[in-house]
């Protein structure tokens, strides 16, 4: 059964770095891209980061600015969004979903991050 | 790139048909025939409906279709059920990045 399950949300201050992690089941990382989108509260979705499946190709939303990166370890069937100088407005749900050429066809439960003091 | 537009709510009852419009530019919709659409129920992680504009996954309902005409892309329902009742998103490839719309929350009345 194919999964996805992100984790590493949680809360954290204006400033500070968290990195979230994405571990799939069912299928490799090496075999599909990979999209990082996230839901601030009460809000609707937003796409931030896209990693290719041979692993050379990134991509980011430009409201990121350079924050956040995006990488992976293909022993662990990972992939993670590294975040920098964190904003109150960084505050939300946070999912990964396998890209299948240009759709996202599995999600995951999404993890929360909370940016304040 | 600036989010694509859907309206913020519609309405139906069992069994009517209607319709979520996705409008955006000539940068994304209008240039590729690669719109997606999300339904996301409250609390849940959004789950893909339709890809490449009309092509439904393996267990979506056959009363969801899609459609694109220039730079607007719409998700058809046929018979609405009580069950449809949830958030949707289009999304569209924009070359190298997606935008995603606003979201349309549907109440089934």
């Known amino acids: 059964e194919v999964q996805v399950v992100e984790s590493g949300g949680g809360l954290v201050q204006p400033g500070g770095s968290l990195r979230l992690s994405c571990a799939a089941s069912g299928f490799s990382f090496r075999s599909y891209d990979v999209t990082w989108v996230r839901q601030a509260p009460g809000k609707g979705l937003e796409w931030l980061s896209f990693?290719?499946?041979?692993?050379?190709?990134?991509n980011y939303a430009d409201s990121l600015k350079g924050r956040f990166t995006i990488s992976r370890d293909t022993a662990q069937n990972s992939v993670y969004l590294q975040m920098n100088s964190l904003r109150a407005e960084d505050t939300a749900i946070y999912y990964c979903?396998?890209?299948?050429?240009?759709?996202?066809?599995?999600w995951g439960p999404g993890t929360l991050v909370t940016v304040s003091s | 790139q600036s989010a694509l537009t859907q309206p913020a709510s519609v309405s139906g009852s069992p069994g009517q048909s209607i319709t979520i419009s996705c409008t955006g530019t000539n940068n994304d919709i209008g240039n590729y025939n690669l719109v997606s659409w999300y339904q996301q129920h409250p609390g849940k992680a959004p789950k893909l409906m339709i890809y490449e504009v009309t092509k439904r996954p393996s267990g979506v309902s056959n009363r969801f279709s899609g459609s694109k005409s220039g730079n607007t892309a719409s998700l058809i329902f046929s018979g609405l059920q009580a069950e449809d009742e949830a958030d949707y998103y289009c999304c569209s490839y924009a070359g190298g990045s997606w935008v995603f719309g606003g979201g349309t929350k549907l109440t089934v009345l």
């Open positions: 979903a396998r890209t299948q050429w240009y759709y996202f066809d599995y």
């Open positions: 990693l290719s499946k041979n692993g050379v190709y990134t």
